[in-house]
């Protein structure tokens, strides 16, 4: 079956950096999104990565590990705008559908 | 910054009526795409569409639901006899190529069924 895992919550504090992690088994699999979502808002997207590494992007960056099938994105200077749902998802080969996690709750304290 | 747009961005419907919700995908995007969310849930894939034709659908899009584009800019869905179960927000999205490249979102449309 297709399976992505995220933690379902985190808690972080304003100016500082989180990881949120996502973990997937899919069959096949041809790159992995990271989108943000705000309540009642529309997810948009903010970074793919199809190779292993990190692509940074700003204050946001994401890393994957194909052989792990382990993926992370990371934010960094915390800001409180920064809270939000935070989507992992993977399109699959010859697919157009994507898969998607259940998203990872992102709370940002003063 | 070109952008996908949705129409209406609410509607409430009695149940068992028929609803059809609109979608302007970005003008020079091939793929498009119909997701569900389910208040608190998790976005549920519906159906991707390409070169005039459904490529992809989900077990939930079953008989009850339909999808065109009767012209060059339009994208609907049609939901034939809805259910309260359909009560959810219907996002439309689009993309330049298939899977490989990022899907941009309408802001939704919010199905209250009653």
């Known amino acids: 079956g297709q399976n992505i895992d995220q933690p379902t919550e985190m808690t972080a504090t304003e100016g500082a950096i989180v990881q949120i992690n996502c973990t997937y088994q899919?069959?096949?699999?041809?790159?992995l999104f990271w989108y943000q979502q705000h309540a009642g808002e529309a997810p948009t997207f903010l970074s793919y990565?199809?190779l292993d590494g990190l692509e940074e992007k700003g204050r946001f960056s994401s890393f994957l590990s194909r052989s792990k099938g382990y993926s992370y994105l990371l934010l960094k200077e915390l800001q409180m705008k920064d809270s939000a749902s935070y989507l992992c998802?993977?399109?699959?080969?010859?697919?157009?559908?994507?898969?998607w996690g259940a998203g990872t709750k992102l709370i940002i304290k003063p | 910054e070109p952008e996908v747009t949705q129409t209406p961005s609410h509607q409430v419907t009695q149940m068992g009526q028929e609803v059809i919700l609109r979608c302007v995908p970005i003008s020079n995007h091939l793929y498009f795409y119909w997701y569900r969310q389910i208040l608190g849930q998790k976005v549920e894939f519906l159906v991707s569409?390409?070169?005039?034709?459904?490529?992809?659908k989900s077990e939930i899009f079953d008989d009850q639901f339909s999808v065109e584009r009767p012209d060059g800019s339009n994208f609907t869905l049609k939901i034939r006899s809805t259910k309260l179960e359909d009560s959810a927000m219907y996002f439309c999205?689009?993309?330049?190529?298939?899977?490989?490249?990022?899907?941009?979102f309408g802001d939704g449309t919010r199905l209250s069924i009653l």
């Open positions: 999205a689009s993309s330049e190529l298939g899977d490989t490249q990022p899907q941009h």
């Open positions: 990565n199809v």
């Open positions: 899919t069959s096949g699999f041809n790159g």
């Open positions: 569409f390409y070169n005039n034709e459904i490529s992809e």
């Open positions: 998802a993977v399109s699959r080969d010859s697919n157009y559908q994507l898969i």
